[in-house]
């Protein structure tokens, strides 16, 4: 089955719910929902309605990241020990504040985006695989989304493998390892993140005739992340019913 669906809500939710199966929750990055607010949430879709959550920043991103701007609250520790899947208490304290909102949306994949300035080399990866493995031991799938050209090699991809950990890449960039028990595609634009851009028609066609080439008994999410996403989210679920792919 290929899922196709928003990284946040470009409509109304209620109009959302109706017309997708799955959404990427975009607010838990910046800071996480009240409990309250999530649960709303699970109980206005319906029962077979999934919510992908993406991790929140204290996981992935330091301190002086710009994202930061949007946070409203005080931060427990030390501010530098946040971000960069440290192997720290500050980036734990991260990860249950994600887990509260896996919780209230009863969802069973995290979506963790990596900023682009981390690197896997000798002196980041004992951090990032202790963290990592430390995630896991809670059972949920991983979906991990490098933006760095170092992780790009057989080290990193046996770890995916042998962790069962998603690897998350945009196509039109990117090669996935296809790790993990799904295939998972974030959209950001061509040219680089283009978050402006609007998909034309040949690209979507491109894109089809990538999952074409996919193992049709693996599950695939594509996920728009464009200021246009509702708009060609809703073009490509046309393109692909019309080849009869199975496509929700």
Not at 75 to 96: F, N
Not at 158 to 186: L, M, Q, W
Request: hydrophobic fraction near 30%.
């Amino acid at each position: 089955m290929i899922y196709i669906g928003c990284c946040g809500f470009p409509i109304s939710r209620k109009r959302y719910y109706s017309e997708y199966m799955v959404v990427e929750v975009q607010q838990t990055f910046y800071q996480v929902p009240r409990t309250e607010t999530l649960e709303k949430w699970r109980r206005e879709a319906p029962s077979d309605f999934e919510f992908i959550v993406k991790a929140w920043q204290g996981i992935t991103h330091p301190t002086t990241s710009p994202t930061w701007k949007r946070y409203r609250g005080e931060l427990e520790g030390d501010r530098d020990k946040y971000g960069l899947l440290q192997y720290t208490e500050e980036v734990m304290i991260s990860w249950r504040e994600t887990l509260r909102a896996m919780e209230a949306l009863e969802s069973n994949k995290v979506l963790i985006q990596l900023p682009p300035k981390l690197k896997w080399n000798n002196e980041t990866k004992e951090d990032i695989t202790s963290t990592l493995l430390e995630f896991l031991k809670y059972g949920f799938i991983l979906i991990v989304e490098p933006r760095h050209a170092s992780w790009y090699n057989g080290e990193v991809r046996r770890f995916f493998e042998d962790n069962g950990i998603v690897h998350c890449v945009d196509p039109f960039k990117d090669t996935s390892f296809n790790t993990g028990g799904i295939t998972y595609y974030r959209l950001h634009g061509i040219n680089g993140y283009n978050y402006g851009y609007k998909y034309r028609e040949e690209d979507l066609r491109k894109l089809v005739n990538i999952m074409t080439e996919e193992d049709p008994n693996r599950d695939s999410y594509i996920m728009f992340n464009n200021k246009y996403m509702y708009e060609d989210s809703t073009t490509l679920k046309k393109l692909m019913n019309e080849l009869g792919l199975d496509v929700v």
